[in-house]
């Protein structure tokens, strides 16, 4: 009975460990037509009693048109004190649902496929709405999304996590406010609060335009672990360069 105990906990502390990711970041309904980007993404996390974990991305995207945004990405990641490896590719696809500013809630939907370098853990895919609304010049954002592997090995579960960001506009060069990204297990049946994965913290944002559509956009936090399966902090950081 207590090697089934175990078995079992330790299966729901790597799922967790997959949904969580420390180059996550907060996605945006917008969709610009014709813009082009170069985005790269990092992360690193740690936690008392385990190895510190990092990953980074670098993505190439197109806004194909009013409503469509797509971008493919190069993942990799560091754990256990290993030097970084490939660890995935991923086609996200952002579509713009309503006109920006138009209705008191902007509203898009994302749609990511990632195909792990490692086999079992078959592909991984993450969808759901995005919410944008403004007070002033306070932007508030809410992601909630689902998340499946797909042809892996053993059960596969669907998940469900959350994005967040408060962020008040100062400046177009710098504001600054709050983010927050969470998993709480299989989206219908919760896991105990102590095995979900809660975090947020202080941000900074900004865009320096470099003449005509060039601009170089930038956002990144330091966040805290809000319960006990969270890390207990979690650098991220992300810059587009735009053309």
């Known amino acids: 009975m207590k090697l089934h105990a175990l078995l079992a906990a330790g299966m729901m502390l790597a799922a967790t460990s997959v949904l969580a990711e420390p180059a996550d970041y907060v996605v945006m309904p917008a969709v610009h037509a014709g813009e082009r980007e170069v985005d790269f993404k990092y992360g690193t996390a740690d936690q008392s009693g385990e190895p510190r974990a990092s990953a980074a991305s670098v993505g190439l995207g197109y806004g194909a048109n009013d409503w469509w945004f797509t971008e493919l990405y190069v993942k990799y990641k560091s754990e256990n004190a290993e030097g970084s490896k490939f660890d995935a590719v991923e086609w996200e696809n952002k579509f713009q649902l309503t006109e920006t500013g138009k209705y008191p809630v ?79 297990g299989k989206w219908n049946s919760w896991e105990p609060r102590d095995q979900q994965n809660h975090r947020f913290g202080p941000a900074i944002f900004g865009k320096l335009s470099l003449g005509g559509r060039q601009a170089i956009e930038y956002n990144a936090a330091w966040l805290l672990g809000a319960s006990p399966a969270a890390p207990d902090h979690t650098f991220r950081l992300q810059v587009e360069y735009e053309f």
């Not at 496929?113 to 306070?138: C, I, M, N, Y």
């Not at 960001?165 to 710098?174: D, E, H, N, S």
């Open 106 to 184: 902007d509203v898009g939907f994302l749609l990511e496929v990632e195909h792990p370098q490692d086999r079992s853990e078959g592909w991984e895919v993450a969808w759901g709405p995005l919410f944008q609304t403004e007070f002033g010049k306070l932007q508030l954002n809410f992601n909630p999304l689902l998340q499946r592997n797909y042809r892996a090995e053993g059960v596969a579960e669907t998940g469900f996590k959350y994005q967040w960001q408060a962020k008040y506009r100062w400046r177009r060069q710098l504001e600054f406010g709050l983010q927050g990204f969470g998993e709480t």
